[in-house]
T-cell receptor, first 113, second 114 residues
Framework: GNSVTQMEGPVTLSEEAFLTINCTYTATGYPSLFWYVQYPGEGLQLLLKATKADDKGSNKGFEATYRKETTSFHLEKGSVQVSDSAVYFCALSALSGNTPLVFGKGTRLSVIA | GAGVSQSPSNKVTEKGKDVELRCDPI?????LYWYRQSLGQGLEFLIYFQGNSAPDKSGLPSDRFSAERTGGSVSTLTIQRTQQEDSAVYLCASSSNRDSYEQYFGPGTRLTVT
């Protein structure tokens, strides 16, 4: 079946450090890939997405590139801020349109000043 | 506009009792999803409604769980004879082709079974 594996947390970084959160997936066909973020005390919200191979999703300084050859969608940010502290979820949608998401287990990021 | 709302925000119940959790999706969104977020399990899909089609119940963990969606809008997730392992945050999301199928999540209902 479809699945998402992301690096275990927690991850603790100093402000302005480089961030990578690894995400790999298993899916049949050509899934769409997502990163969701959950800030403390808030609901889950979409951070970025990519719908086909080699697409790069980007938002708020975060980027992730859909790599079909390595079945990966790693999240990166060049310089993290304290306000980036949150739990990050990698997810896939196996089909286009309105379909359920398959999530990774989440990675908690803490950024310290 | 209004986002996805859920009620109650917190629910504490005794083992063996039934509970109902409510979700109000974004107006006009044809698809509605229920997920469960628990420690160690991450986010799991439970059930999905798309328009007037029969719901996809493939994620429901047992027959104690059921959900309905009335009038293509509000949905209720019912858990019968609750068990301690049902303790989790239950999230609802809705989506539409108008918004590129992006799923918008509600704030969740935290369920604690004592």
């Amino acid at each position: 079946g479809n699945s998402v594996t992301q690096m275990e947390g927690p991850v603790t970084l100093s402000e302005e450090a480089f961030l990578t959160i690894n995400c790999t997936y298993t899916a049949t066909g050509y899934p769409s890939l997502f990163w969701y973020v959950q800030y403390p005390g808030e609901g889950l919200q979409l951070l970025l997405k990519a719908t086909k191979a080699d697409d790069k999703g980007s938002n708020k300084g975060f980027e992730a590139t859909y790599r079909k050859e390595t079945t990966s969608f790693h999240l990166e940010k060049g310089s993290v801020q304290v306000s980036d502290s949150a739990v990050y979820f990698c997810a896939l949608s196996a089909l286009s349109g309105n379909t359920p998401l398959v999530f990774g287990k989440g990675t908690r990021l803490s950024v310290i000043a | 506009g209004a986002g996805v709302s859920q009620s109650p925000s917190n629910k504490v119940t005794e083992k063996g009792k039934d509970v109902e959790l409510r979700c109000d999706p974004i107006s006009g969104h044809t698809a509605l999803y229920w997920y469960r977020q628990s420690l160690g399990q991450g986010l799991e899909f439970l059930i999905y409604f798309q328009g007037n089609s029969a719901p996809d119940k493939s994620g429901l963990p047992s027959d104690r769980f059921s959900a309905e969606r009335t009038g293509g809008s509000v949905s209720t997730l019912t858990i019968q004879r609750t068990q301690q392992e049902d303790s989790a945050v239950y999230l609802c999301a809705s989506s539409s082709n108008r918004d590129s199928y992006e799923q918008y999540f509600g704030p969740g209902t935290r369920l604690t079974v004592t």
